[in-house]
């Protein structure tokens, strides 16, 4: 009760009237109150972002990072001692990453697949183009670099892991509702949703981790991030890129909300999943931001390797330096996450919490005002840590399993008690302007379409 009381007086401080409600309410010198807004941010922070990276391990995109635990080598499952190489981004071949090669690669001892890792079966997932031993690489530094300097002037967290066990479909799912009923791997339609109708089907993962023991729609009803947020008078947005035929064959649009039923055939869909992606920076510019926003790139400004565009750290950058130096820096956390581990050696097992989660370790930046400066978190978070995060600051309920159990950022990675920082803006190749109306020969291909 008093997170939520703590959350309804942040919204009235940022809607006007904020400095004189915030001299006038004796909440803010409370002890116990006080102590709830340095822990979740409310009172503070009124607008959350959520940048969904593609297909990138922890050590894989920040390998060598001060501070950080990275390798230099790799094992296979020979006991061979592998040297990881640097491969550009714009380098273009695929590493399985579904289940069962997670399964393959992490080469677990447990009763259970995919637990008590050795982390030593990466050689064993498939690949198909790339280096010799694709699976053994990392992003050069030269090209992760705005990466690294997000990570300098805020937070990078080093034990953030995946919720789920697999790719993208499921990761899509988790990242708005925290959980994806039992789904596995990919649906059988490029439309990965609704769209599809019933013949669009995914599989299922049983509680003791046996694959496609079933299959079901890939056309969910459950409650989401978004509904929460509608019902607590709170605005959302998920701005996705389109792909292909969007209205069908072989399209679609990259958000997880495409195959939310009551979302995508009902007005949300049109009010509050808004493409293309580039009007996130319009609509900023414009001063426009909601409480809640995801944001989702095109292929090229991914960092899948399937696409090679390389534009992933200027997507991002571009994103980042938009809010920066935009009125709304000062009430606003940022989190930036990889979805999945794309396939890529990481050397952290990753702890078992249930039976389909947690995944392989993946990247997550925290930039805000109030972000601790050139901060390493080894707390364990995962994907449904972000949601969390939300769910304290707005005193919402938690969704699932997965983010009744995640560890919000707040109080490890933030220092709400500080004054705001001075945004720093972060130098890249390419600028905010270089993706507004930008036309890619990838945009007809998804993110993750394999």
């Not at 080093?158 to 479909?169: I, K, V, Y």
Request: proline share 6%.
């Amino acid at each position: 009760m008093m997170v939520r009381c703590v959350a309804a007086l942040s919204i009235l401080l940022f809607t006007g009237c904020a400095s004189g409600a915030q001299r006038s309410l004796p909440y803010m010198q409370n002890g116990a109150m006080l102590r709830a807004i340095n822990a979740t941010g409310s009172g503070k922070i009124t607008h959350v972002i959520y940048i969904v990276q593609e297909n990138r391990s922890f050590n894989n995109l920040f390998q060598g990072y001060p501070g950080a635990k990275t390798v230099p080598t790799g094992k296979n499952s020979y006991g061979q001692t592998i040297t990881l190489q640097p491969v550009p981004l714009e380098t273009v071949f695929e590493v399985d990453h579904s289940a069962q090669a997670m399964f393959a690669a992490c080469n677990g001892t447990g009763t259970l697949p995919g637990t008590n890792c050795q982390m030593n079966g990466f050689n064993n997932e498939e690949a198909y183009g790339g280096p010799t031993n694709p699976q053994y690489v990392y992003v050069p530094h030269s090209e992760s670099k705005p990466y690294f300097d997000m990570a300098r002037e805020w937070v990078v967290a080093d034990h953030m892991f995946q919720s789920h066990l697999d790719e993208s479909f499921v990761s899509h799912q988790y990242i708005i509702a925290a959980q994806a009923q039992s789904s596995v791997d990919l649906p059988d339609s490029l439309l990965w949703g609704c769209a599809g109708g019933s013949s669009d089907v995914v599989g299922t993962i049983s509680q003791d981790r046996n694959l496609y023991g079933g299959y079901q729609q890939a056309c969910f009803d459950y409650t989401t991030l978004g509904d929460e947020l509608d019902n607590a008078k709170l605005t959302w947005r998920f701005y996705a890129a389109r792909y292909g035929n969007d209205q069908g064959g072989n399209g679609g649009t990259w958000s997880g909300y495409q195959a939310v039923k009551h979302i995508f055939y009902g007005p949300d869909w049109k009010k509050d999943v808004k493409s293309p992606n580039w009007t996130f920076i319009t609509d900023v510019r414009k001063g426009e931001l909601a409480n809640f926003t995801w944001i989702t790139p095109e292929c090229a400004e991914s960092d899948h390797e399937q696409c090679g565009g390389g534009f992933g750290p200027s997507w991002v950058s571009a994103i980042v330096n938009t809010v920066g130096q935009s009125k709304f820096w000062d009430s606003t956390a940022i989190f930036v996450q990889w979805d999945d581990w794309g396939g890529f050696y990481d050397p952290v097992p990753p702890p078992y919490e249930d039976y389909d989660g947690n995944g392989f370790r993946v990247p997550l930046l925290v930039i805000s005002p109030y972000a601790k400066k050139h901060f390493v978190s080894h707390k364990h978070y995962e994907t449904a840590s972000v949601l969390r995060f939300a769910e304290d600051l707005y005193g919402l309920k938690q969704l699932a399993p997965a983010d009744a159990r995640a560890n919000s950022p707040a109080g490890d990675c933030f220092d709400f008690t500080q004054a705001p920082r001075p945004f720093v803006a972060i130098k890249a190749p390419h600028k905010a302007n270089f993706f507004v109306h930008h036309k890619f020969d990838s945009d007809y291909f998804a993110p993750d379409y394999e």
